[in-house]
């Protein structure tokens, strides 16, 4: 089945403690791409890579940071969380030949940081 | 400084009848528009797209109209049914990023 898997689905942890959440996707796209959901904000871009070793920033890239070293597997990293962190996070993948078009989601990861 | 807008959060319509869906934009840069639906505790998914060389495209029971000069795009959905019920957001693309509106909450009532 093709999907885009998101680890964990959901996550409470404490401020300052490093965390990854994990993407990858069984569709050999090129695009991937991390968002975050907040009330009356949206979806909105963190980080995005084209391809493998080619990353870039989104809308709001501070305080996360991304890698890109194999095309199945996107993670998120957060060095060091803050409350104002705490959201819900999707990780997406395009079939458009490394464009943003048409994306599948997965399922999101809720995160809660006290 | 939002680009792409969706101004109202929330949406009630009669089963039956039709759904409109508005999104404003302000990047003319803006070259592919996209309209997804999300429920509760799942991702969004892909609902329909549109080219900007186009003003209008369908499939099935959606329809979504570009207007390039107004900078407006919308989502129409005929008959509205009531699985239709969840938040959709408009997004548009500069090929390299998608850009999505805040949401509206669509909510079809029997």
């Known amino acids: 089945e093709a999907q885009v898997t998101q680890n964990p689905r959901y996550l409470i942890t404490v401020t300052g403690k490093k965390l990854t959440v994990t993407c990858s996707q069984n569709m050999n796209h090129e695009y991937m791409s991390w968002y975050r959901q907040d009330p009356g904000l949206g979806l909105r871009q963190i980080y995005y890579?084209?391809?493998?070793?080619?990353?870039d920033k989104g809308d709001v890239p501070e305080g996360y940071k991304v890698s890109r070293k194999e095309k199945r597997n996107f993670p998120l990293i957060l060095e060091s969380p803050s409350p104002n962190q705490t959201s819900l996070y999707f990780c997406?993948?395009?079939?458009?030949?490394?464009?943003?078009?048409?994306?599948?989601f997965g399922p999101g990861t809720r995160l809660t940081v006290t | 400084d939002q680009q792409v807008k969706q101004n109202s959060p929330s949406l009630s319509v009669q089963e039956g009848r039709i759904s409109i869906l508005n999104c404003d934009y302000t990047n003319s840069m803006f070259d592919y528009f996209l309209w997804y639906k999300k429920y509760p505790a799942e991702g969004p998914t892909f609902l329909i797209s549109i080219s900007s060389i186009k003003d209008k495209n369908e499939d099935g029971r959606f329809t979504v109209f570009l207007n390039k000069s107004a900078k407006h795009l919308s989502l129409h959905i005929v008959p509205s049914q009531p699985g239709d019920s969840a938040v959709y957001f408009c997004?548009?693309?500069?090929?390299?990023?998608?850009?999505f509106g805040q949401g509206t909450r669509l909510t079809i009532n029997p």
């Open positions: 890579s084209m391809n493998v070793e080619v990353t």
């Open positions: 997406a993948s395009s079939f458009q030949g490394g464009k943003a078009y048409e994306q599948y």
């Open positions: 997004a548009a693309s500069d090929n390299q990023k998608l850009v």
